[in-house]
């Protein structure tokens, strides 16, 4: 396969990301969205909110890292962020994903965007804290606007939901309090259980 097939190819597969449906709705509720418009609306936040990163920050580098922190879902899937049943095999599934998705391309890119996937797992740079409290912050949003109706599904409690935002704390500390407000208006709405 010469480099530009198996680039085209590395193309075709992650059109799939597509069809990955998260299980956050949209803000308006209307339906859920796909993993492709999640990491589109990261991408686009990290652009807007640099001021509040832990750190000065590399933002091309945080953008590459966006883009490609849920390609391996088109093997491993989403995995709900309150499923203890699937989580335990995450790390394992989305391993293998990366393996064989990032191993389609030509070595150097291949390398490159395992790298950067890498990175945003680690969760040690100023870039993969800053990226990953930006993929904790959205969803809380969507869920906030929605009425909480994917936290109500799956009754989600209020202590979950601080456990899971903690990237945030550590990516964005001037967001924080942000979070906390729209925690305890959620609590107090009744979208997540106490």
């Not at 590395?10 to 990491?39: G, T, Y």
């Not at 750190?55 to 995995?79: F, R, Y």
């Not at 049943?85 to 394992?92: I, K, P, S």
């Not at 309090?177 to 959620?186: C, F, G, R, S, W």
Request: glycine share 4%; with cysteine; net charge negative.
């Amino acid at each position: 396969m010469t480099r530009l097939e198996q680039q085209l190819s590395f193309c075709r597969e992650l059109d799939k990301l597509k069809n990955i449906l998260r299980q956050s709705l949209l803000m308006d509720a209307s339906r859920r969205e796909n993993s492709a418009e999640h990491s589109w609306h990261l991408a686009t936040m990290a652009m807007l909110l640099t001021e509040y990163a832990v750190a000065p920050i590399d933002v091309t580098l945080v953008l590459k890292m966006l883009l490609v922190h849920d390609v391996v879902e088109i093997d491993a899937g989403d995995t709900f962020a309150y499923d203890k049943v699937n989580l335990e095999t995450q790390h394992a599934r989305e391993q293998q994903a990366a393996d064989r998705l990032f191993g389609m391309l030509p070595s150097e890119q291949a390398s490159e965007l395992r790298a950067l996937w890498d990175e945003f797992e680690e969760r040690q740079s100023a870039e993969s804290k800053y990226a990953n409290a930006l993929d904790r912050l959205q969803p809380l949003l969507q869920n906030f606007y929605s009425g909480g109706q994917s936290w109500k599904k799956h009754h989600v409690t209020h202590e979950q939901v601080m456990k899971r935002m903690e990237p945030v704390k550590i990516g964005m500390p001037k967001v924080w309090p942000v979070v906390l407000q729209l925690i305890d208006d959620a609590s107090k709405a009744g979208f997540v259980l106490y």
